[in-house]
């Protein structure tokens, strides 16, 4: 199956746009230049090679887990962004992006975050470039990422707690976007995700791709073909079109995206937008967001902070209905009975958010056709220590 | 052009604040369809249609209450994107805020370029989209802005979301003339106005005032209805005297 590339700029088919106040088009426009002058920049693509080696570890290795392959019943290959700077594919991004808004000029970085690893890595491209950062975080997530908020704290960036809603990512990211509206002529907002208004949905598929475009090269090596599957957890989804863009052209490799399913996608506490949404506007896109019948955005569950979002980058939708990736689920407790079991197996302690994706491979995705996985292994840990502890504990 | 969000405090004292504004000799009611995730508001608008949902407010709610009055005066309504859209698209909204009796609707998520086929949809059935211009705008692209314009145009008077400002900025009366010069509709200012001098001071450089948080505030902080209704009234009167009507 072939797939057309969207002709429209910021839209993947019908969906992605510009749903945005008035006040926010000329940042956006603003943005698409700053953008597509510094990536003509061999000056701006030289510095954030450099540190992406030298200060983020990249490339990150890719990993044959010989346990969890004996387990599925093929090889699989973690591509581990858990090893990079920070602990997650996160400062990808951000390093990136802090790196354009100081070239555009702008004094001031505001974040948001969920699971707390894009408020560090944005605190942590803000201490290293010396800009002032803001990050905005539900106090809900605050409560249960507590190490990450300290983390912040300690790089110098400032946490807003958010108290709207479920007090979680998707009243962070409006806390972040009414924050631009009323700053947008001194502020960056460096989004988290492939989410947001265009071009934010590009623009972070563009700093997050290096993630695929390294993994394809290694996994030649390794095994002198492509994988049969590639596969990544998905909330707003930005490791999930890092690791699959590298691979969209090569037809064979099936792109597997993994959401939440929280108690099940047959209750109202689940995380799939994609598995279980409505075609809706959430946070300036146009994509499948968890709504009711009138266009009112539902509250989303999961365990994991990360995937606690009623939305989708627009372009895994345009992605499913494509059929070129394939959207699936496993509940939180599936995710953490694999996040125990790569702890065992391999002696690495994975994300929640990532777990989801290790514990399909366990579950529905056991295979042992001939050909081999490629898993984005995401994020590390650390930081869901206390929660899953906390559910042992209960 | 006092601002309402519709079904709130609850839909029966919504109606009777709407007409509470047509008593007070208001030119036209801006009317809020409650949305969960409104970013062009500040916090007072946004504590209201959260509350409205959390109640069970619906669309059908909020017609009722345009229903009641817009006999006595213009009705706009104030929806966002999704609302628009809804489960059953663009042509069904226009034609069930029409048959309520609405004449326009404001779409603050919905600036020029996005979707433009839903405007034209909206704007063909006789549901006059209102277009927004901010003080980011630049001069080429509020001509553009101006040339779309049906009923009139919203000038945003500062940047930021929708709450009241202790002063409105000096590059406001610019903005305004400049647009004036544009368009062939009237030009009305929001955003920030919440005291019956400051609505005086933008009613002198502009052909309307919308006031929003400061109404819904009064409503917010209000004991009860009767108290709700009596806060805006007072407040719309004094306006309109500060105004000079």
């Not at chain 1, 004996?70 to 594919?89: C, F, I, P, S």
């Not at chain 1, 993994?258 to 994609?274: C, I, K, P, Y």
């Not at chain 1, 070129?324 to 939180?332: G, Q």
């Not at chain 2, 407040?235 to 309109?240: K, M």
Request: glycine letters at 12%; one cysteine or more.
């Amino acid at each position: 199956m072939k797939v057309e590339s969207p002709h429209v700029p910021g839209r993947f088919g019908p969906y992605g746009g510009r749903y945005v106040p008035e006040t926010l088009i000329p940042a956006l426009d603003e943005l698409v230049a700053a953008w597509a002058e510094a990536r003509a920049d061999p000056a701006f693509s030289e510095q954030l090679a450099g540190l992406q080696r030298d200060y983020v570890g990249r490339p990150t290795p890719l990993y044959l887990a010989s346990r969890l392959s004996q387990r599925v019943g093929r090889n699989v290959y973690l591509k581990r962004e858990d090893l990079a700077h920070t602990g997650a594919h996160k400062i990808n991004n951000a390093l990136g992006q802090v790196l354009l808004a100081k070239r555009m000029g702008k004094p001031r970085i505001i974040a948001e975050t969920g699971a707390g690893q894009h408020g560090v890595a944005a605190a942590t491209a803000c201490a290293l470039l010396d800009v002032e950062c803001v990050v905005y975080m539900g106090s809900e997530d605050i409560r249960r990422q507590r190490p990450n908020v300290e983390r912040m704290g300690l790089l110098g960036a400032e946490v807003v707690p958010v108290e709207a809603g479920a007090r979680t990512l998707k009243e962070a990211v409006s806390a972040a976007i009414r924050d631009w509206v009323a700053n947008v002529e001194t502020t960056h907002y460096v989004i988290g995700s492939v989410v947001g208004p265009a071009p934010f949905p590009t623009l972070v598929r563009d700093l997050q791709r290096v993630i695929g475009d390294e993994a394809r090269v290694q996994a030649l090596e390794a095994e002198g073909a492509l994988p049969a599957r590639v596969i990544a957890c998905v909330g707003g989804g930005s490791n999930a079109i890092g690791t699959f863009t590298a691979f969209v052209p090569d037809e064979n490799v099936a792109l597997i995206g993994v959401e939440a399913a929280g108690d099940g996608v047959d209750t109202d506490r689940h995380g799939a937008s994609l598995s279980a949404g409505r075609t809706s506007v959430l946070h300036g896109s146009m994509s499948s967001v968890i709504a009711d019948d009138e266009g009112q955005i539902l509250e989303a569950h999961s365990i994991s902070a990360g995937l606690d979002y009623p939305g989708v980058g627009p372009e895994h939708a345009y992605l499913r209905d494509t059929g070129r990736a394939e959207y699936v689920s496993v509940t939180d407790l599936e995710a953490v009975s694999a996040f125990r079991e790569l702890s065992r197996l391999e002696g690495i302690i994975p994300a929640l958010e990532s777990s989801h994706a290790i514990a399909w491979l366990l579950g529905q995705g056991r295979s042992t056709e001939p050909g081999y996985d490629l898993v984005c292994l995401s994020g590390r840990g650390d930081k869901d220590l206390a929660e899953v502890i906390g559910l042992e504990d209960a | 052009m006092p601002y309402m969000m519709g079904g709130f405090p609850d839909p029966e004292t919504s109606i009777r604040i709407a007409n509470a504004y047509a008593d007070s000799g208001a030119d036209l009611i801006e009317l809020g369809v409650p949305y969960s995730d409104p970013l062009a508001d500040g916090p007072v608008i946004h504590e209201a249609a959260t509350s409205a949902l959390a109640a069970g407010v619906r669309f059908e709610d909020v017609l009722e209450a345009c229903r009641a009055v817009s006999g006595r005066l213009p009705v706009v309504l104030m929806a966002y994107t999704n609302m628009v859209l809804g489960s059953q698209g663009p042509a069904a909204f226009a034609e069930r805020s029409l048959a309520a009796g609405a004449c326009g609707v404001i779409v603050p998520d919905l600036p020029l370029g996005e979707d433009e086929p839903t405007r034209d949809l909206l704007n063909s059935a006789g549901l006059s989209v209102v277009p927004l211009i901010a003080p980011t705008t630049p001069e080429k692209r509020q001509t553009e802005i101006c040339r779309l314009a049906a009923g009139f145009v919203y000038v945003v008077s500062t940047v930021g979301t929708t709450g009241e400002r202790n002063e409105l900025p000096a590059e406001l009366q610019g903005l305004v003339a400049g647009v004036s010069a544009e368009a062939d509709v009237p030009v009305a200012v929001g955003f920030g106005i919440g005291t019956a001098e400051q609505a005086a001071e933008v009613g002198r450089i502009s052909d309307g005032v919308i006031i929003g948080s400061k109404l819904v505030r009064l409503v917010a902080d209000a004991d009860g209805g009767d108290q709700a209704v009596a806060a805006v009234s007072r407040f719309l009167e004094q306006t309109r005297r500060a105004m000079g009507g």
